[in-house]
């Protein structure tokens, strides 16, 4: 069965830096789109930041200049550098791949990483 395991996650003061990471174990699928979302208590899922196969990245605007994330192919993981850190990035972390056997296409989540930022 494919997992995401997160690692990386904890707590930071204003303006300092974490680095997530997730790697995809046990898949023997080929990986699209990999990524980080979060969700603070009582928001709904937002993304953060996501990676194509081919290097292509995507922001919110709320952490771009801030984050950067990027993906080992050879090694299915993705890391997420945050830097510059803020109260409003505290947030459960969610790694994000997206999988595909030729044209079936699903998506598939990691558990969760505590992200708390203080002030």
């Known amino acids: 069965q494919v997992q995401l395991v997160e690692s990386g996650g904890g707590l930071v003061q204003a303006g300092g830096s974490l680095r997530l990471s997730c790697v995809v174990s046990r898949s023997t699928f080929s990986i699209n789109a990999m990524g980080w979302y979060r969700q603070a208590p009582g928001k709904q899922r937002e993304l953060v930041a996501t990676i194509t196969s081919g290097g292509y990245t995507n922001y919110a605007d709320s952490v771009k200049g801030r984050f950067a994330i990027s993906r080992d192919n050879a090694k299915n993981t993705v890391v997420l550098q945050m830097n510059s850190l803020k109260p409003e990035d505290t947030a459960v972390y969610y790694c994000?791949?997206?999988?595909?056997?030729?044209?079936?296409?699903?998506?598939?989540w990691g558990q969760g990483t505590q992200v708390t930022v203080s002030s």
């Open positions: 994000h791949a997206q999988l595909r056997n030729g044209v079936v296409v699903w998506s598939n």
